[in-house]
Antibody, heavy 124, light 107 residues
Framework: QVQLVQSGAEVKRPGSSVKVSCKAS?????????????FIWVRQAPGQGPEWMGR????????DSVDRLQGRVTISADKSTSTVFMELTGLTYEDTAVYYC????????????WGQGTTVTVSS | DIQMTQSPSSVSAFVGDRVSITCRAS??????LAWYQQKPGKAPKLLMH???NLQSGVPPRFSGTGSGTEFTLTINSLQPEDFAIYFC?????????FGQGTRLDIK
């Protein structure tokens, strides 16, 4: 079974950037199997529902993100290390949230594998 | 974007009760709806996909119905471990969108 392990908590100043990593391991987590997955990023502000941020399909080189974050979020992948990344620039207090990566299954039309979450706190 | 609205926002129940949670989509999403359970400090856990298909390993006291714009998650014979927050998520189109959540508390 594939596991997703995310990088640790971050505290950032307003206006700065954060880059969160998500490494896939176990099961079919390397090489072409990694590249053929759809990885999504979801964030959850305190007390709020999840918000889909964007996705990447490494094998197709496809990335897209939610309109209201376009220009601030970059999702990328390193096939050699089976790791996906999410970078968010121009941080504001409203970006304080737990950020999750997950694998979106085109068979289930849902995400059955999630990372443990990375807390990003924006504070002056 | 497709908007997802859950009701109620919170519900209290006893162990052994049956509880239903509703999720409405702002447009027809066919059967492309998933339900997740989330406990404090944890990632969401997939319970149900395609509206009514139980995810592997999830107890059969969980069931899902609906299609189009209205969906229901029912939990029969509540167990102590079921007290959590539940989210619906549409998968009809990107961007994927989630409901705001229903908190299920023990009475």
């Amino acid at each position: 079974q594939v596991q997703l392990v995310q990088s640790g908590a971050e505290v950032k100043r307003p206006g700065s950037s954060v880059k969160v990593s998500c490494k896939a391991s176990g099961g079919e987590a390397s090489g072409d199997s990694f590249s053929s997955q759809t990885f999504i990023w979801v964030r959850q502000a305190p007390g709020q529902g999840p918000e889909w941020m964007g996705r990447i399909i490494p094998i197709l080189g496809i990335t897209d993100s939610v309109d209201r974050l376009q220009g601030r979020v970059t999702i990328s992948a390193d096939k050699s290390t089976s790791t996906v990344f999410m970078e968010l620039t121009g941080l504001t207090y409203e970006d304080t949230a737990v950020y999750y990566c997950a694998i979106y299954s085109g068979f289930l039309y849902a995400s059955d594998i999630w990372g443990q979450g990375t807390t990003v706190t924006v504070s002056s | 974007d497709i908007q997802m609205t859950q009701s109620p926002s919170s519900v209290s129940a006893f162990v052994g009760d049956r509880v239903s949670i509703t999720c409405r989509a702002s447009q027809d999403i066919n059967k492309w709806l998933a339900w997740y359970q989330q406990k404090p400090g944890k990632a969401p856990k997939l319970l149900m996909h395609s509206a009514s298909n139980l995810q592997s390993g999830v107890p059969p006291r969980f069931s899902g119905t609906g299609s189009g714009t209205e969906f229901t998650l029912t939990i029969n014979s509540l167990q102590p471990e079921d007290f959590a927050i539940y989210f619906c998520q549409q998968a009809r189109s990107f961007p994927l969108t989630f409901g705001q959540g229903t908190r299920l508390d023990i009475k």
